[in-house]
């Protein structure tokens, strides 16, 4: 009898301490972002896990030394853990006051209710004609403007000097015609070495970039439909799949890492990339020029690469306050200055003394280069438009599953469906 | 005839004490205290796996987003799916990698368990050695393997290159990557398996086999008549449960191909992921994982009626 009390006691306190355990977690932290004494907290959460990690926890920590009203409390965590907890972690309440995040998830987060906007922010002492346009288009959404800009940089054409001097190939290429000659002409399948490294997925799009050079493109301008199938874009990805396929100036189907291991290791002569890969190509001890991407038949221009800070739908007037500091702190000229020399970013502002970059060449190089566009920018479907349809069918063509102008039609239609 | 009988029955209620009997009490006493105990586990069970399939259920019959309840939409994220190539592809991929990958991952972890059953030299080690990639986390070792297949960079292609075999372009490779992802789905799950086979090997009575051996069967006689036949409950756990891990293959392809190239390696797992998490469309991925409960459900059955009928007691 007594054995039998007691049995139950034990099990009634470990379903009471089970029950705790679930509920918990309930209380005290359930609204991180506070005020408190006067000062207001701000989560801000973002992925920048790579070598510019110490350049964002130093100007954090500069701000939070700089005044005593707000603090930032920053959490960084891997770009896909990032987008695969945030909106759950808005449903739960849970969610940052501020986060970055890519450009092109920006409209269906804000379809989704999370984000408010912040065109008031730029009333403030930071002018939105200083900042990237590209950016700043990107997070355009309804007329209204969704973002602050934190990092943004176009992309740049990468060429191994030494490749180069030993086939006696003049560089760099600054058109798409010589960039395809080069290419050519530095192909060695035998000895393992491309004359390029194109990526077909988790990388800037180089697709985009071959294609808006001869007047095609994914979308139009204004968004409002595809031209994946315009006889330019089936041109330039007809032209390029083939180098691919013979001689084989790249090899098919890398993804982004593949295609930056294979330029370090100085196994494919160019490569078109953003700034951050600079630093692991400066550790192997590469001999590299940073040049703009070539001129196409139309235009010449480079993706945008843009992450910007937005601003929790449930921030309070305080918090957004404590948000607008940070952002004016974040984007002004010592802090972008620092920022740029530090990481190889171009700085956000138009008016940063180039001079003052010297420290980093790779800065520089990335600042002088203005002519960018954001690729699928403000669209609600991008990533579906991206990972569903155009890298998929760019994948059936380079492994030569079909007619580029079928494949291309085909999978025009299909964006065009997902346009509203 | 009838009025003391009813006299009786009256009687008999109002003469029913209060309290209920000593034993009727202590019954009911150990029922209260067996639900207290059984309790942690059924809460743990209705919280994490019966609410979120009751949950997904409702989600399936609406246009749900990943945040918000979404609308009832009927049964139109089901009857949307005959039509959908990218639903009629993954259902392919899986069934074909489930057809290769079980009979392959049950037929050698059976092999391996005979071969590691006997006396012989380093056995401890083996054993260890073929259940190691499976405690060892798929998406660390699927890394590994992706290096090693790697055409450009990977051990696999250099060495069998020099045996004249050409593994072409890898796991980017349209035709190769989905036998690459099965390839590693086996080298995982085989070691789990052998290590069922050795469990139900012991447990076969030595008597039967040196009675067989008396009556003059060979090798093979034993066991074809003797080791197969009591091993058939192993077996038909060990393939059903191979079904299962087969019908929910995801970390490998996640890792390695990514779904690709062009969706080759796209499993119905990795779509319910893809259209979840990236499209946020939360009625057609409930709806898909629905559509796979319901299939393993099916095929699990008909594994067990199957092995049922060929069961054999001595």
């Known amino acids: 009898m007594n054995v039998?009390?007691?049995?139950?006691?034990?099990?009634?306190?470990?379903?009471?301490?089970?029950?705790?355990?679930?509920?918990?977690?309930?209380?005290?932290?359930?609204?991180s972002s506070a005020t408190d004494g006067g000062v207001t907290t701000i989560t801000f959460w973002n992925s920048y896990t790579a070598s510019d990690r110490p350049a964002v926890e130093e100007l954090v920590r500069r701000f939070n030394e700089s005044q005593d009203q707000y603090v930032v409390d920053m959490t960084i965590q891997p770009n896909d853990v990032l987008t695969d907890t945030l909106l759950p972690a808005y449903q739960a309440g849970k969610g940052p006051t501020i986060v970055t995040i890519d450009a092109s998830l920006v409209p269906s987060y804000v379809e989704q209710g999370v984000f408010q906007p912040v065109d008031d922010f730029y009333d403030g002492a930071v002018s939105a004609d200083l900042l990237p346009k590209a950016s700043l288009d990107a997070t355009t959404y309804d007329g209204k403007q969704y973002g602050v800009p934190f990092g943004a940089t176009p992309t740049m054409l990468y060429w191994n000097k030494t490749l180069f001097a030993d086939a006696g190939v003049d560089g760099p290429p600054t058109t798409m015609d010589e960039m395809a000659e080069a290419a050519v002409a530095l192909t060695d399948t035998?000895?393992?070495?491309?004359?390029?490294?194109?990526?077909?997925?988790?990388?800037?799009?180089?697709?985009?970039?071959?294609m808006w050079a001869e007047g095609g493109g994914v979308v139009s301008e204004d968004r409002s439909r595809s031209v994946f199938g315009a006889p330019e874009s089936i041109e330039a990805v007809r032209t390029w799949s083939d180098l691919m396929r013979d001689p084989g100036i790249s090899p098919v189907g890398l993804n982004g890492v593949d295609a930056d291991t294979l330029f370090g290791a100085g196994k494919a002569a160019m490569l078109i990339n953003g700034p951050w890969v600079s630093a692991g190509f400066d550790d192997a001890g590469l001999d590299y020029g940073i040049a703009p991407v070539p001129a196409g038949s139309a235009t010449q221009t480079a993706v945008a690469i843009s992450t910007n800070v937005h601003l929790s739908a449930d921030a309070t007037d305080a918090e957004k306050e404590a948000a607008y500091a940070f952002l004016e702190f974040w984007n002004s000229v010592e802090s972008q200055t620092y920022w740029a020399v530090e990481t190889g970013y171009p700085p956000n502002r138009s008016d940063v003394d180039p001079a003052t970059l010297a420290d980093n060449p790779t800065a520089q190089a990335f600042a002088a280069e203005t002519n960018s566009r954001f690729y699928l920018g403000g669209l609600r479907n991008a990533s579906q438009i991206d990972t569903d349809v155009v890298i998929p069918t760019i994948q059936r063509i380079t492994n030569g599953q079909g007619d580029v102008a079928e494949l291309m039609t085909e999978a025009s239609d299909q964006i065009d469906a997902l346009l509203d | 005839m009838t009025a003391p009988t009813e006299e009786i029955a009256a009687g008999g209620a109002r003469a029913v004490p209060a309290r209920l009997p000593r034993r009727a009490r202590l019954e009911r006493r150990r029922a209260r205290t067996a639900a207290l105990f059984l309790?942690?586990?059924?809460?743990?069970?209705?919280?994490?796996?019966?609410?979120?399939?009751?949950?997904?259920?409702?989600?399936?019959?609406?246009?749900?987003?990943?945040?918000?309840?979404?609308?009832?939409?009927?049964?139109?994220?089901?009857t949307a799916l005959p039509r959908d190539d990218r639903f009629t592809n993954a259902l392919g991929n899986t069934v074909l990698y489930t057809v290769v990958t079980t009979p392959l991952s049950v037929l050698l972890a059976l092999a391996a368990a005979l071969a590691l059953n006997r006396r012989l030299r380093g056995r401890g080690f083996f054993r260890a050695t073929f259940f190691l990639p499976f405690v060892a986390s798929l998406s660390i070792t699927a890394i590994a393997w992706a290096f090693l297949f790697d055409p450009l960079v990977g051990a696999l292609p250099a060495w069998l290159g020099r045996l004249g075999l050409e593994l072409g372009n890898g796991v980017r490779d349209p035709e190769l990557a989905i036998w690459i992802v099965m390839f590693v789905g086996i080298w995982r799950n085989v070691g789990f398996f052998m290590v069922m086979f050795l469990a139900g090997l012991q447990s076969i009575p030595r008597e039967l086999q040196e009675a067989a051996t008396l009556d003059g069967a060979g090798a093979w006689g034993r066991f074809r008549h003797v080791t197969l036949p009591l091993l058939s409950n192993t077996t038909m756990?060990?393939?059903?449960?191979?079904?299962?891990?087969?019908?929910?293959?995801?970390?490998?392809?996640?890792?390695?191909?990514?779904?690709?190239?062009?969706?080759?390696?796209?499993?119905?797992?990795?779509?319910?992921?893809?259209?979840?998490?990236?499209?946020?469309?939360?009625?057609?991925?409930?709806?898909?994982?629905?559509?796979?409960?319901?299939?393993?459900?099916?095929?699990?059955?008909?594994?067990?009626?199957y092995f049922r009928r060929r069961e054999v007691r001595y």
Do not use: H
Request: charged letters at 10%.
């Open chain 2, 39 to 78: 309790a942690p586990a059924l809460l743990v069970l209705v919280v994490f796996v019966l609410w979120p399939m009751v949950n997904a259920a409702w989600l399936s019959f609406t246009d749900a987003g990943l945040i918000g309840g979404g609308e009832f939409v009927g049964l139109e994220n089901y």
């Open chain 1, 4 to 31: 039998q009390r007691s049995a139950g006691g034990v099990a009634a306190v470990a379903l009471g301490l089970m029950l705790a355990a679930c509920s918990g977690g309930g209380d005290g932290d359930a609204d």
């Open chain 2, 237 to 305: 756990f060990v393939a059903i449960i191979a079904v299962i891990f087969s019908f929910q293959a995801f970390d490998q392809m996640y890792v390695m191909t990514a779904g690709g190239p062009f969706f080759r390696t796209e499993t119905l797992v990795m779509l319910i992921y893809n259209r979840g998490f990236d499209n946020y469309d939360m009625g057609s991925a409930t709806a898909i994982s629905w559509v796979l409960v319901v299939l393993v459900l099916v095929v699990s059955l008909a594994q067990l009626g």
């Open chain 1, 190 to 210: 035998a000895q393992g070495q491309y004359g390029i490294a194109i990526p077909d997925r988790e990388a800037p799009s180089v697709w985009a970039v071959l």
